[in-house]
């Protein structure tokens, strides 16, 4: 398991291949994962899971960026979709990545990008979260985060239940809205917790404090096992539903998705679109195996 999982993510890190992908469109399979690569398609996958009571996130893929163009180019696509969203009327928020809008080429040029951003989704009460990315990026992201914070209350940020520091991340930012995973990106045994075990134990312990809590926060899992946890605990908190959500990504137990929804549970689809699918694909691949027999599928049904 761990040698398939770094070689998933050495290939996500590939910046030739990720070139190629965008020629090969979503053939690999990544179409079960990602909703297709324009505007138009998200829109509509959008749509069928508000049919459902199901709200979403919506990822406008991109990475690899080193470059103020191609940055200024990611910003312009991202505020498209916010336009989308609000002309479409749908039930969604943006998750952004720094990276993409900057971050690589210079802090206060990103900073700028999603100041514009920022503004642009307070316009129309959306919800901007910004992704964490790997630990190298992590304290950056914190940085712009407060930075917004002031003026920008829609914007919030993730957690990751490896890190050695998120609890202590978490007395931080008791009044931002959060998302809590449990992290996919590969680190070393000085910053992260390394075993399945250790990363579910601290998982649930940050669940069960932000909870307690005022703040809103996302439950981001498939794990049925911690889900139901988590719902054994807010039933015997007496948490209020409006407090929390449930998060999966796009593609991922469908069933449970709609069951979770069905039960009242507030329910948010994580929704990844566009050309630069591949890094985004690849580390799916890395964190299930069961996600490769998903890919697989999805190149037989073509």
Sequence with gaps: MGVTRDFFIALSKNQLLNSGAKKWGLKLGAGKMVAGTDIDSVMK???????????????NLGEFVYSREEAT????????????????GVNAH??????????????????DNIREIAEAAANYDIFINLDMEDYAH?????????????????????????????EKDLDHLKDVRLRLVKGAYKEIPDVSLQSKQDIDENFLKLIKLRLLGKAFTSIATHDHN?????????EENNIPHD????????????????ELAAEGFAFTTYVPFGQDWYAY???RLAERPQNINLALRGIVSK
Aim: glycine content about 4%; overall charge neutral.
């Design 226 to 234: 911690i889900i139901n946890e988590v719902k054994k605990f807010v």
């Design 281 to 283: 694909f690849m580390r």
């Design 138 to 166: 992590l304290q950056q992201t914190l940085d712009i985060l407060f930075a917004l914070r002031d003026k920008y209350p829609n914007v919030g940020t993730v957690i990751q239940a490896y890190l050695y520091r998120s």
């Design 45 to 59: 996958s959008v749509k069928e899971l508000n049919s459902m009571g199901i709200s979403a996130t919506i990822d």
């Design 94 to 111: 943006m998750s952004i990545k720094l990276t993409q809008i900057g971050l690589d080429v210079d802090y206060g040029f990103c900073l």
């Design 243 to 258: 407090r929390f959500e449930f998060q999966m990504l796009y593609g991922f137990r469908t069933e449970m998705q709609k």
């Design 73 to 88: 180019v990611a910003k312009e696509n991202i505020l498209h979709t916010i336009e989308a969203i609000q002309q479409h």
